[in-house]
């Protein structure tokens, strides 16, 4: 048995129907986050089949859904990551996009990224004592593998944002042998890890429950307890790493991340890199040079 929430009894293994349900979903809301601060999930559409949550809600955001909507899907046919790239999506993970009008320049955007990794992998880790960390700037890995990743997307004008949808797919009771095998050789699935099924509205809520903490914190102390926090779930930091960027492929030892949560690379001349976008591989076995 797993024992979801109680990592001194372990995880409890799931054998009842997983549907997820508005109802449950906001009465859970409702148990498990303090009322002042339950922002996130104060609306839910929940959809049995959609293109994409991220659509969904920027078509929600431009007709002016309030802050803390959320959409979720029980699978998406055209499941995004960055770049054009897809997100695969079958039946029995978490697909959840969220609207969010934070008063923050688009230069900070990149910040509700970095949050929701905390908010994400701290779920996994301290609610249901699954070892996840974060991969620089959008992953959320269980042991190196990619057990999910964030799409942050806004509608802005020249110096303020309109909205922000912040999109997180968490493999949890997928079957990673139906990935292709590229994908597969990468990725992760919480089912994939403990062995088991686990009940998929216990990591939602745990999810939800933690972004409307991170979120309310950031909103209200800004950027520094997030950076913290990510710094302590970081995967790569300190490490040799390759990062693929719109600059090009460049090598060195990613050294920490800014306050608009650019990474920062200390590139073999010893010249310094701030990062804004792309993509971060750890050079394994790599002796660091000082
Ligand atoms: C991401 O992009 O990791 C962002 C994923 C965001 C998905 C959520 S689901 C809810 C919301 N609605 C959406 O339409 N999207 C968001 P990126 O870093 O570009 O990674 C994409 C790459 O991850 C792909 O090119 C594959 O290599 C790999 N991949 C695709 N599906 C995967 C999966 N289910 N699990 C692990 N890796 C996957």
Redo the contacts with the bound molecule.
Sequence with gaps: MINIGNPSKGYRLSSMPDILSSKEIRDRIKKGIHRKTALIGREIHIFQEI???????MDLGKRGSPEGTI?L?ET?S??????G??????EG?????VILRPEISPSHAPLITLMAAVASASSLKNNLNIPASIKW???ILIEG???????TEMNSGMDKINFI?L?????VN?D?SI?PP??RA????IKDTIGGSVSRIEVLSSLLKELDKWYNIFIENGSGPILKEWRALSSNLGKRVMAASLNGVMEGVAMDIDDYGRLILKLDNGSIEKITSG?VTVIPNCKLQN
């Design positions: 293109d994409s949550t991220n659509l969904k809600g959409i899907a998406q055209n499941g995004r990551g960055r770049l790239r897809k997100w695969i999506s079958p993970n978490i697909y959840l996009s700037p959008n992953d593998k990619k057990v999910g990743g964030i799409l949808v999109g997180i797919g968490i493999n997928m990673i990935l590229d994908v990468i990725s992760t699935s993509d």
